[in-house]
């Protein structure tokens, strides 16, 4: 009774200045739309790849340092008997189409190839002739001259002209990504007006499919999400067949959709490919959160249309208040799980926002509905007629009959939901991550069919890159650089869909093999670095110098292995990255090229395949975690807030069974997991969750005044389910609409979404009475306790059975299981952050410290770590500098300004006291991971709310003794993986040290523990690390690590915070 | 103070406050004060008792350049350790723009550091009064480029005992070499105790081959200090990280740091004419980890050094090669200890007899430090060995830090040998220090 009062005086207090409160609604919503106007749009690949991962540091280093991106590609097919490019026609058209290509505006006119520009090498009476195919004139053409010096350059087949000799391929790059549809539309006008029957014209390549789809994207989304919106509203006039209630509805998403993007604007946060999707889950909760009030409000005025609006409002907000709040609550908990467990940004960024949206919503439902609907008085409804609550209209009797058969036959409709329930689980699991762009377009699309065209006919579309490097001008233009790199294009040939690589090796041989009069196509190259770099010498000399930008660098230092795949799908390419990448780590570790001057060769991937497969394998290990994780805060929540677990497990039941619905349909349509549809989740979780909290709020209510749950059902239902049943029509019929769309993308999207509204409506209709009344049933007949429980247990043991096989069962926790979580935790390469620590000894002294660490991992076996103090001043720019190079060991130095000298100094045990703190060396290098060799390891409890109780014992008398312990428990975050709370052991059976990560961040994809505390138990004494500004920059320079460069003062941009 | 003492400290903050007011930053500053008191094991006497005052600041002029500047003030009013303060003292020769300023009878100041410094990119320039440290050894450098103070005898920190002067320093990193080159337009040499301080140097092999008691050292003094700018030193480092192994290579030319001396006996008072010649040698020094372990190696040679050989009242000089070897290593012990053993091997090649300096200088360092408490409580014992003469020094300290400002540390030095030793010269001399740091 208080809390109505509170609750009556609170909206009576909100209401008080209708216009005022409207105004400021107004108000936001312009400011939030003034923001939408600086909205950037990112709806590149690399977006979902942290900027410092090294896939993306390598994709950009090999476009900064080789000047090679993404590609359009014009292909033409010669069709006719014997159809081939080498006649004098042909190349003559190839010739004009270059020319004319090049001059389209945007396009790079240095960075367009074909046959007609590209040079060939071969033997001459000179030595060396460098020498175009095609003639400028026309009438100069030698087609077989053109062919012959084409049979003699492999890398020329296959990416220039088909190897049939039927094709031929126009390479060009574009000035400005952002106008590329605008560029692709003007090179299909050149193309289209060619007029020649027997030449069949197209455009493909990634770059034109990356901008085709976007602009098919944006131009379908513009002209349909406004038709979702309107067919919303529309519903919603139907519902309640009052133009004021839409307003109102408008106003609350409006503020909800707009206010939620346009702070995501003001803040600077990019509009991701997958942010399409965030109006609609906006839309959604928001139009759900309006339609339950306006439902209560006109059930109100339907009763008693002599009653005063204003009463009827508040009245309406303050049967509303709760369980929107509740609704809010789990919606929003459900979007942090998909967020704090997310390591795409852009995931991270949807979920976080659209748990805002949900905010927001809330609050325009509280604040400006109400306000609204006082200055538009709204009049009572001819839907709600003179029906009372107790007396349901056609809407609520079909409710009613759908809840009857879960009321009356709990059992018989919960055994046919668990038989469902197994299927779909078990359909589920067909489902499988993949990726190919070009599959958002429809088969019949010109530049799907110009896809498939290419990668049959020529190389194909997809690369794969490596770049390999050394510290030595002209490192790569010797011949064991020259020999490792031909070992390993050898090496990228023999892997599956690679038809060709190309390297400055290539063109070497050919030159060796013109000079000598040798073949050409084993690689052969000399064995003296002197010879190789004449090679290049000579080429320069006889042909354009900037033939081999593509290949390596003006220095000699980098070069560049391109390998082309004839598949774009990431399940058919994973595995041969997964090779490379496996074969660079192991021979361009870095490690010493002995005639290579001592110079160290290394290697990253780069190229669109390796990006994909970055993508991807990100995705796979996130998402069924993010999934998992806002499962879990939704029926926290839920249990928390109606205070029972069984009502908590009822209330996730809805939407766990559309996401497992959702997931089922998907493997039987073959609509795989990738970014876009791996939001269904999400919208799942924003659809389902608010019919099954609306519904037990409103049973729970009724269940205080009827006699049993059947008949509390009866009571609550029409209302609540009527409110429901609109605003899921509403939503599902809205997004329906995208159906209509050319796209596949936005089909899948607009069918999926419509089928998650039902399936979840449903759900609720029918399990959670059944739920409820199955329970109420136990409790008074304990005969049937034990017949259902067992139906139960079998129930779970079948969905575990047929679950078993699952990607989802692969991450069951065992010790193990856990162990490696933690030890794969990802690490950013590059680090730096400021620590304060604070030290207090057992008296209860203090000592502050703050220093600047910088860390650089350029592998697992090589961390370098340097600790630069700055306060206090004492000690200030006293530097540590640690270089671990894994199993091969520790060097330390330390820089001590008094001294002005460097000294190396010997690396300690890793068990001893870092730096005269309560932490170790182990501690603070490990960065709170357990070595999978070192330790073994044991679950001591299952997992709970804090997360994995972890044992771990060291292997070995030996590392007991290097790590200063006997054995250890340690809690383990189940999000992050994160430790909060490690016990060290020595023999005692209590710990003599402690550590706990007492505040953890996402920062930039990396769970970042930001505040540790370690006491040791025995000392009292304890350390308390405070990490501030962390940031991960994409790199950081070299000579900070270097024991020569320790003397030197930090650039100021890393002593202070930015 | 002098007029052009004044005039010096003049213009030494024309040069600091003239950037400042042109919005220069002070991007850094130190001032550390110390309060000491000593006495002597054998009598009780007190020794010493001084207040140091150490003030250091950085001045950034622009994101490339800075101005680093240190100043040393020290009152010592038991003035056993350095107590003539009329620049005339017999065995020391600070620089012409190298000596303190005394303020009063009991103190000076003087200037520690005030260059320049360039930073752009890999390289870097110091152009002012600085110093350099190449050699890697623990308390005794097998080699060293500035010249030392030895008023306190041996100091841990060598940075205190080490002159600096005034020069100009490149710093270029090419391709991975590192090189280091410095020429010192200074004259300055090693600043030795005066007679009576506390640590005289008494044995013969740092008199010119004279005892204290001896007879001779009634003589007229005659000094030539090196020219400024044609005996400059010009030294070159050539550094690389070789995978574990840290490598450099060094070359010196420049003026010997401790004098040699000719006796001219045709006056009527003999006259000791002391000259500190030109001196040449090449360094290798090698520095590498193996996990607990750091292991350094050095080895010098000096060609044609010029030494002293006495023959009855005959003192001349005679150029011989020397060569010096250093072997150390820095263990990680259990037990949190720290170790550092290190074996100095210094040889005078073709020895004639006669010569002043001993032709084998060998030594035997050991140091063990543990600290206690959270580095609150620290220990430290040093021991040095003359396996030659058989003399020895040993050191052992105690420092206790009550907070990150205030330090209190009790040391006591103890010398045994021969009195011609370079320890047992002090054998009578042993001591016992106080001292309170306190950092603003």
Known sequence: MNDRTGSTSVFRRLTEYPVLAVLASVGFIVWAAVGLGSLEKDTSLRAFIPVDHPSVVAEEAIEDIFGIGDAFAVALEFRGNDATVFTRDALALISRLTEALGGVDNIDRDRIASIATESSITGSQDGVEVASYVAADEADIDPERARARWLAMPPHQGTLVSFDESSALILFEIEDVE???ETYAAVRGVIDSLDRPDVIASVAGPAAVSAYLSEKIDRDARLLQPVVFLVVLLFVYIAFRRVGSTVCVLAVVAGTAVGALGIMSWQGVAYYAITNALPVILVAVAVADAIHVLSHYYQLRAADPAMPVRDAVIESMQTMARPIFFTSATTAAGFCGIALASIMPPIGYFAWYAALGVALAWVFSMVTLPNAMLLLRLEPSPAFGSRTVREPGAVGKWLLAMSALGTRRPVAVLTVFAAVTVAAVYQATELRFDRSQVENFSPRESIRQADAFINSRFVGTTS???????????????AEAMSRIVALQAFMEQQEHVTLTVSIADYLSLLHAAIEGD???????????????QYMFVYEASGDPTDFEEEIDASGSRALVRGMLNTVRFSETRETVEAIQRYVDESFDGSLAESVDGTALTATLGGNANTTYHWMTRLESSHFRGVALSLSMVFVLSALVFRSILIGLVAVVPVAFTIVLLYAVMAAFDIYLEPATSMFAAISVGLGVDFAIHLIERLRRARATEATFADAVGRALPATGRACFFSIVALGLGFSVLTLSGLPMLQRFGGLVALAAFASFLTTLLVVPSCFVLAERLRADRADRSRIAAGIVALAAAVGFVAAPTEVQAETPTAQWVAEQVADRAEAPRTRRVIDMTLTNRRGREKQRQAVVLKRIDSPQSRVTRITFLEPRAIRDTTFLSQDRGAKGEDRWLYLPATKRVRRIPASDRGDAFLGTDFSYEDIQSELKFDLDEYDFALVADADAEGYTLAGKPVSAGIATELGFERFVATIDAVSFLPRRIEFFGRDPTPFKVVEVRRQELIDGYWTATEIFAEHVRNEHTTLFVYRDVTYPEELDPQHFDPAFLERTLPAELRIAP | MTRRSWRAGLAICGVVVAPLVHGAAVEDYRLST??????AVDTGQRIEQALSVAGEASLRV????????????SFDTALRLRPNRDNERIFIHAGRFNRRVPVGSAGDIELREFYLEWQGGQNRARLGRQQ????????????????????DF????EARRRWTQWGIYLDLLLSGWRFEGAAFFDNSVHDVPDPGSWFEFTAPQFRFGFAVDDAANAVAIDTRLPDTIRDATYALRLSRRFGNAGVALVGLVGNE??????????????????????RRLAALTVDTGLGPAVLRGEFVVHSNRVLNVRSGDTLATVELDTLTAGVGADLSLPLDVFANIQLLIDRIQDAPVGLVKPERNDLVTLTLRRAFFYDTLNLEFRWYHDPDIGDSFGQARVGYSFSDSLAVELHGAWFTGSFEGRFGQFADRDMLKLAIRYDF
């Open chain 1, 179 to 181: 106008r590329a549809a």
């Open chain 2, 257 to 278: 740091h401790e004098a040699v001396g000719t006796l001219e006996t045709g006056t009527a008072v003999p006259t000791l004419r002391r000259s500190f010649p030109r």
């Open chain 2, 62 to 73: 622009s994101d490339a350049l800075l101005w680093q500047v240190g100043a040393r003030a």
């Open chain 1, 464 to 478: 794969i890159d490596a770049l390999i490097e050394t510290a030595e001008p002209d490192g790569v233009l010797s």
């Open chain 2, 154 to 157: 041996i100091l841990e920190d």
């Open chain 1, 519 to 533: 073949t050409a196509d084993a690689r052969a190259l000399p064995d003296d670095d002197d010879a190789i770099r």
């Open chain 2, 132 to 151: 350099i440290a190449w050699s890697g050894m623990d308390g005794l450098p097998t080699f060293s480029v500035n010249p030392s103070d030895y008023h």
């Open chain 2, 34 to 39: 110390s309060v000491a008191y000593a006495v």
